[in-house]
């Protein structure tokens, strides 16, 4: 298979390269991930949704999925919150949220967790098989949602996390943000994937991230064996 930069090329890879069925914890499912359906459709998705909106799709499209769906947010923390949704796209259709610590008309209660706090609640009840593929895309909040997920990461071999290209926070643009914390707690950037443009500007990507452990493998470490190929390099899209 051609490797192409896009989930569903990168997901299949390591899918073709182990020999076990991952736990899948899905964070932002929306309606669904259609990527991790594909490619680990025998695997157990964990899927992490707080707009009730979104619900009876989830539950349609993953009819044929070992799932389970949580309906709560996730954060650095757990608490009482409040949720509020909008939409871009004039459709009326809920389109993006995030959570607010303050009430107002257009916000409903939302129960906040920590990852870390819901996994041995989980494990308590039913065998989740690690190491874990971890997924987060939840418009803004993921750094916090790591923070929040230390101990998980631990047990994860993948972190596929999305990453707008444009934003800054404390002096550092996401990417390196998310980049440094998924550094400090033992990955490397493996993969890009899902490039996005607006305007003709490269806005946003996909960030895909293995353990160190799980990179040292030959199959992600081509480099290791010392022995060059010239037919193996391949640069995309080039004429």
């Not at 991230?209 to 290791?224: E, I, M, Y």
Request: hydrophobic share 35%; with cysteine.
């Amino acid at each position: 298979m051609t490797r192409l930069p896009t989930k569903l090329s990168t997901l299949q890879y390591i899918k073709d390269h182990i020999d076990f069925n991952p736990t899948i914890i899905d964070i932002g499912v929306q309606y669904e991930t259609k990527e991790l359906k594909t490619v680990f459709c025998e695997s157990k998705h964990l899927l992490f949704e707080p707009v009730s909106e979104y619900y009876p799709s989830i539950r349609s499209n993953y009819v044929n999925i070992d799932h389970q769906i949580f309906e709560i947010a996730l954060s650095n923390c757990n608490q009482d919150s409040f949720l509020s949704t909008r939409s871009l796209f004039g459709s009326g259709q809920v389109s993006h949220s995030n959570i607010s610590d303050e009430e107002s008309l257009n916000t409903r209660p939302i129960t906040v967790r920590k990852l870390d706090s819901i996994i041995p609640e989980i494990q308590r009840e039913t065998t989740l098989i690690e190491p874990f593929i971890l997924k987060i895309d939840v418009d803004g909040v993921e750094l916090q949602i790591l923070e929040g997920s230390t101990e998980t990461l631990a047990k994860t071999f993948c972190v596929i996390v999305e990453t707008p290209l444009n934003v800054e926070v404390s002096h550092l643009n996401i990417f390196s943000e998310r980049f440094f914390f998924l550094h400090n707690n033992g990955f490397v950037l493996w993969d890009i994937v899902d490039f996005c443009y607006y305007k003709d500007n490269l806005t946003q990507v996909d960030l895909v991230f293995l353990s160190q452990s799980f990179k040292r493998k030959l199959d992600f470490s081509p480099w290791s064996d010392g022995n060059f190929q010239a037919t193996e390099w391949v640069t995309f899209l080039q004429s």
